[in-house]
């Protein structure tokens, strides 16, 4: 027997709708690409949302075509995303900062039609785009007044291209699990993998993160999101803020320290996200200028493992609650965020910043388990490390093109490609990449582990641990500093500081200083390429 409740499609637009309905005036603030700080609200961003769908449709773009955005965080982005996917239509998210021909290799894989850009990345496009033959026409996301002189063939300012339209369109109607969005993994390994999102998907994502143990939004809240619209869909933040009715302030290019914190203040944002690498900056400048963060009281820090000493700045010094994240775009992003439950809620000092050293717990909607290299499952002691996998309705089942390809286990499990424990308590912690742990005498030593402590050097900036061959053990860690302006000339000295915490044999081998540690697109330490650039290092008597 059927239950007999309403049909209510899972739908993208439903959100913005909602957005404009019920939180209409609450602000959209962005900083301009070209400049100035833009205010709009949901109401407007929903109605030109509709322009959006009804131009793209005039245009002769169908259900299921493929629009790709290269855009910052703005506005005009986020009703471009309403906009695509209220025809039916995908927005595919190309980052930026890929090298050209990953771009060209991305772009001709989606076949995307569109191609909508900010005018910062005009002049990379106009370079690629004889490469990229099927797309069709180049919206230039800014208004006739800085529409640039460009070779980008049918080239059209955003702004008369949704001018010509009245926006008097209804959203198209079809099945919830129409593909909505399509986003590349950075490609560590292999070709970069698209993993196309659902309306379904994207928006039990959006819930699942309003939740008050995941990122806990409300309508009051201020949210700024750091991480870019292009980085796994900014952690569900361009669906899950309107959703809750909250205010949105978008920093558009301009994501150092001072840009950053100007909008933190100036328009009293509650809430923020993004990557460690930004808040180096954000902390820096707050450090220069003795300034303080405002209303701010949450931050989500992830993508990578969020530094302690960060986590200790913000609580001690600024009164803000990092709430440390991990999650991957084949999880929509977000698969676990460290907020207290009540077990650990009185734990303070150094026992408070062990836990959110940890990467969190696991919401409704996300299943977690870690296993050995045979599948067996692992116990949930917080102790033993495994291969972590995970489950659920914003998980992915398939890559794009590789639909004949299983990825998941016999269980529906995905292997995410890290390794971790999870405690009795259901806190997760990473303790590596499964092909970044070092494997010394058939035991398990966690890059991660050791890099954290390396920076809590005062001397050191950055630093990275990579496995070099060693005749005995397999493998060794040596450990790639980068020092702080003027410091450290002995590096062997962070691993003195190292010394007596953490296990004896877990201590590198040996140091080495470099002029730069190099990131991927997403920010993250490329320990491919850092590898190879270390290729012929030699440790010490060997
Ligand atoms: P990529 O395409 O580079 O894999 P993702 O954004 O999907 O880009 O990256 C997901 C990966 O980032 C995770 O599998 C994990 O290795 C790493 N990661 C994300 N958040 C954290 C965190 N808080 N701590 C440690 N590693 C993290």
Known sequence: MLGLMQDWPLLMHRIIDHAALYHGRREVVSRSVEGPIHRTNYAQVAARARKVAQRLARDGVKQGDRVATLAWNTWRHLEAWYGITGIGAVYHTVNPRLFPDQIVWIVNDAEDRVIMVDLTFVPLLEQIQDRLPGVERFVILTDAAHMPQTTLRNATCYEEWIGAVDGDFAWAAF??????????TS????SPKGVLYSHR???LHAMIACTSGMLGLASSDVVLPVVPMFHA???SLGHSVPMAGAKLVLPGAKLDGASVHELIVGEGVTFSAGVPTVWF??????????????HMTRTVIGGSACPRAMSKAFKERYDVQVMHAWGMTEMSPLGTVCTLKPEVAGLEGDAYFDLMMKQGHSPFGVDMKITDDDGTELARDGKVFGRLKVRGPAVARRYFRHENEEILDADGYFDTGDVGTIDPNGYLQITDRAKDVIKSGGEWISSIDLENLAVAHPDVAEAAVIGVAHPKWDERPLLVIVPKKGALSDPSA????MQGKIAKWWLPD??????EIPHTATGKI???TLRKRLADYRLPGF
């Open 175 to 184: 099945d919830e699990n129409t593909a909505a969005g399509l986003c590349y």
């Open 187 to 190: 490609g560590t390994t292999g």
């Open 201 to 203: 998907s994207n928006v």
């Open 233 to 235: 869909n900014a952690w």
């Open 281 to 294: 900056g954000l902390l820096a400048h707050l450090e220069a200028t003795g300034a303080d963060l405002g």
């Open 494 to 497: 962070v691993i003195d500081f």
């Open 510 to 515: 040996a140091a080495v200083i470099v002029d």
């Open 526 to 528: 490329d320990k491919v």
